[in-house]
């Protein structure tokens, strides 16, 4: 069992940046593959980033030059860093876990997830 926390969502201006972290607990974090999601209302949550066990990255094309994914894995702990922030990035952001080592971009292959926080970016 894995247990994911996610925190840092919140209220920022088109342009700026925020960092969102996922706490996990329940196992070691290690050797695990680690993803975030999105989802905006009347959306499908979507793949936004996700990170392997070699620390390779993968991105939606959306996001692409813009996020970076990280994990520490002696935290057992993943960030989400969002920059150039812009209004159709709003949504509830939501960490996903599973085990590798194949980082796939659809939400029922993952095991895991936390309880989402919210991100709003204003005009």
């Known amino acids: 069992q894995v247990q994911l926390v996610e925190s840092g969502g919140g209220l920022v201006q088109t342009g700026g940046s925020l960092t969102l972290s996922c706490a996990a607990s329940g196992r070691s974090f290690f050797g695990y593959v680690m993803g975030w999601f999105r989802q905006e209302p009347g959306k499908e949550r979507e793949f936004v980033a996700g990170?392997?066990?070699?620390?390779?990255?993968y991105y939606t094309d959306s996001v692409k030059g813009r996020f970076t994914i990280s994990r520490d894995n002696a935290k057992n702990t993943v960030y989400l860093q969002m920059n150039s922030l812009k209004p159709e990035d709003t949504a509830v952001y939501y960490c996903a876990a599973r085990r590798g080592p194949r980082v796939p971009s659809t939400t029922e292959d993952y095991d895991y997830w936390g309880q989402g926080t919210q991100v709003t970016v204003r005009s």
């Open positions: 990170i392997g066990w070699n620390s390779n990255t």
